[in-house]
C-alpha cells in the first residue's frame, strides 16, 4: 500500500544511542522528503528532523542538534535517524512521514501516519 515503517526503537539509558529506520514500500520514495516527528504521552506531535529526496539538506529541532543526525539510502529504500546522547525528554514514539503538502515543520501538513516506533530512555 505504500506504507512507511518505522523500527529501531527501544530501551536505553540516558547518554546511549539508537538508530531509527524508516523503509519504504512505494518506488517513488527515493524523490520524497521525508520528517521524523515524536510524540510523548500527553503531548502534541513535535517536528525532530527532515531530510530532502536527495539527502543533501537536513532540519533539526533546536533540543535534537548536535545529538541527532537524519541521513538516508535510497537504494535502499530507507531513511535513518541517528540518536546519540539520549537524554530521558527523548523518551516518546516516533514516526517518519513524507506524505505532506506545505510546511514540513507542522505535523498537520501530514494526510497520514504510521505506528511508530517506541523510544524509552532511562535516567
Known amino acids: 500500500q505504500g506504507q512507511l515503517v518505522e523500527s529501531g526503537g527501544g530501551f536505553v539509558q540516558a547518554g546511549g544511542s539508537l538508530r531509527l529506520s524508516c523503509t519504504a514500500s512505494r518506488s517513488t520514495f527515493s524523490g520524497e522528503s521525508v520528517a521524523w516527528f515524536r510524540q510523548a504521552p500527553g503531548m502534541d506531535r513535535l517536528f525532530v528532523a527532515f531530510?530532502?529526496?536527495?539527502?543533501?539538506?537536513?532540519d533539526y529541532t533546536i533540543s535534537v542538534k548536535g545529538r541527532f543526525t537524519v541521513s538516508r539510502d535510497n537504494a535502499k529504500n530507507k531513511v535513518y535517524l541517528q540518536m546519540d546522547s539520549l537524554r530521558p525528554e527523548d523518551t516518546a514514539v516516533y514516526y517518519c512521514d513524507s506524505d505532506f503538502s506545505g510546511l514540513y515543520r507542522h505535523p498537520g501538513s501530514y494526510r497520514s501516519w504510521g505506528q511508530g516506533t517506541q523510544v524509552t530512555v532511562s535516567s
Open positions: 531530510i530532502t529526496s536527495n539527502g543533501l539538506n537536513t
